[in-house]
T-cell receptor, first 111, second 118 residues
Framework: LAKTTQPISMDSYEGQEVNITCSHN???????ITWYQQFPSQGPRFIIQ?????VTNEVASLFIPADRKSSTLSLPRVSLSDTAVYYC????????????WGLGTSLAVNP | DARVTQTPRHKVTEMGQEVTMRCQPI?????VFWYRQTMMQGLELLAY????????DSGMPKDRFSAEMPDATLATLKIQPSEPRDSAVYFC????????????????FGNGTRLTVT
């Protein structure tokens, strides 16, 4: 089962770009990389998913190098409301029950 | 915007009492998950249903926990008898898995039931 490693915590300031890197050295060929965001007293919320290269949506960008052993979630111009825990997960299509949720990265955005 | 609904949001009970948590998955989703979240362990998978059939409950203490899906609109997680170590936030999530899928279907989580057992 693919396991991920990401920083425990990060600090940033409003308006800055935040990059959270996740390592997944034993990612399998069929695995996708998915990021979730969790606010206090809420369940995790899907942010973005990718397989290779770069994916961008209205919330974030996901950069995946050719070897796919790591990925970087990029949050442009963060605001206070982006303060949350961010989880990086890898898993194959249709097999969400095998996802291993670590403790995530606690991002604190300061004014 | 469709949501997963969980009730109750908070539950305080005494050790030994039965606790029932309920979840209404998103209409049309064919997979349901129960997770437990604590500060120390993070999110742990307790049970997994696909098309209402329980496919994986290996993460659940069998002697006291049980999970069911009596119909497509309701999933339940019961603890009997409850113990202080069961205190945690319990999340239900649903998703859509297709036979031929080109991507990993994201999970949609409810806002959880915060359980405190004294």
């Amino acid at each position: 089962l693919a396991k991920t490693t990401q920083p425990i915590s990060m600090d940033s300031y409003e308006g800055q770009e935040v990059n959270i890197t996740c390592s997944h050295n034993n990612i399998a060929t069929n695995d996708y990389i998915t990021w979730y965001q969790q606010f206090p007293s809420q369940g995790p919320r899907f942010i973005i998913q990718g397989y290779k290269t770069k994916v961008t949506n209205e919330v974030a960008s996901l950069f995946i190098p050719a070897d796919r052993k790591s990925s970087t979630l990029s949050l442009p111009r963060v605001s206070l409301s982006d303060t949350a825990v961010y989880y990086c997960l890898v898993g194959d299509a249709g097999n969400n029950r095998k996802l291993i949720w670590g403790l995530g990265t606690s991002l604190a955005v300061n004014p | 915007d469709a949501r997963v609904t969980q009730t109750p949001r908070h539950k305080v009970t005494e050790m030994g009492q039965e606790v029932t948590m309920r979840c209404q998955p998103i209409l049309g989703h064919n997979t349901v998950f129960w997770y437990r979240q604590t500060m120390m362990q993070g999110l742990e998978l307790l049970a997994y249903f696909r098309n209402r059939a329980p496919l994986d409950d290996s993460g659940m203490p069998k002697d006291r926990f049980s999970a069911e899906m009596p119909d497509a609109t309701l999933a339940t997680l019961k603890i009997q008898p409850s113990e202080p170590r069961d205190s945690a936030v319990y999340f239900c999530a649903s998703g859509l898995v297709q036979r031929i899928s080109s991507y990993n279907s994201p999970l949609h989580f409810g806002n959880g039931t915060r359980l405190t057992v004294t």
